[in-house]
């Protein structure tokens, strides 16, 4: 979902081909599979359009990029411990590190709650604030 979103907003700012956006998990559960249907349909609800497939992290991927993203706490620390293992120096941050209005510091797995719509919600605010820290500080 937040690879969506954030892409879009990516575009609407006219910054896509300065920002590259890309999302992958830290496990390898559900790699080549598509969102699930909650997501495909909150994400269709709002105009978002999305064909993307699951895939795990890879080295390369926090070589390459420079801002590395968790949506909550336990993933930040999987990340983490990558980073550890491969010498990488980097900082993890929690999409919502971006959304300082926001109570939650985790966006939660809708998977289990149902709850896509207000998963949405949260992504959307972080996604603003770290569009927004990212053009800030490109300057």
């Known amino acids: 979902m937040a690879e969506a979103v954030f892409a879009d907003m990516v575009a609407a700012a006219g910054k896509s081909g300065d920002i590259a956006v890309d999302s992958a998990g830290t496990a390898g559960y559900h790699v080549g599979?598509?969102?699930?249907?909650?997501t495909r349909r909150v994400l269709a609800a709002h105009d978002h359009l999305y064909d993307g497939r699951a895939r795990q992290l890879t080295r390369a991927d926090l070589e390459r990029f420079d801002y590395l993203i968790a949506l909550d706490s336990s993933n930040k620390d999987d990340v983490e411990r990558m980073l550890a293992r491969d010498g990488i120096q980097k900082t993890v941050y929690r999409l919502l590190d971006?959304?300082?209005?926001?109570?939650?510091?985790?966006v939660p797995d809708p998977y289990y709650s149902g709850k896509f719509e207000q998963v949405y919600q949260l992504v959307s605010a972080g996604c603003q604030g770290l569009l927004a820290h990212?053009?800030?500080?490109?300057?």
């Open 33 to 38: 599979e598509r969102p699930h249907p909650g």
């Open 134 to 139: 990212i053009i800030t500080n490109s300057k």
């Open 98 to 106: 971006f959304a300082p209005d926001i109570a939650e510091s985790d």
